[in-house]
């Protein structure tokens, strides 16, 4: 059964930083497409950031050069480092993963048709 169990979520400031982590288990492939996702009240899910199986990053220009996404593959952990953070950035955060890259950067028909997601984490910024 695959699992994907996110933590750092919190309350920070304006201009302040979180690391969201996001540990998989039972993912057969070894080196999946992994992304965040976000969820703002009344809103569909949108992507962050993704890392493909090379390591290859992508980010929504919103967060470009604040957050940053990172994976362990030896510890089969997805990481956001996200700095700078704004009152527009709280949402709920969501861990995906898509183990044959079928979507990578597409994030709108990842957010419909992933198959693999956290339970999410919540982040809130006050101004």
């Known amino acids: 059964q695959v699992q994907l169990v996110e933590s750092g979520g919190g309350s920070v400031q304006a201009g302040g930083s979180l690391r969201l982590s996001c540990v998989v288990f039972?993912?057969?492939?070894?080196?999946?497409?992994m992304g965040w996702f976000r969820q703002f009240p009344g809103k569909e899910r949108e992507g962050v950031a993704s890392?493909?199986?090379?390591?290859?990053?992508n980010y929504t220009d919103s967060v470009k050069g604040r957050f940053t996404i990172s994976k362990d593959n030896f510890a089969n952990t997805l990481y956001l480092q996200m700095n700078s953070l704004q009152p527009e950035d709280t949402a709920m955060y969501y861990c995906?993963?898509?183990?044959?890259?079928?979507?990578?950067?597409?994030?709108?028909?990842?957010?419909?048709?992933?198959?693999?997601w956290g339970q999410g984490t919540q982040v809130t910024v006050s101004s």
């Open positions: 890392i493909s199986s090379g390591g290859r990053t």
């Open positions: 995906a993963a898509d183990p044959p890259c079928s979507y990578y950067s597409d994030y709108d028909r990842w957010a419909i048709l992933g198959n693999y």
């Open positions: 039972g993912l057969m492939t070894r080196r999946p497409c």
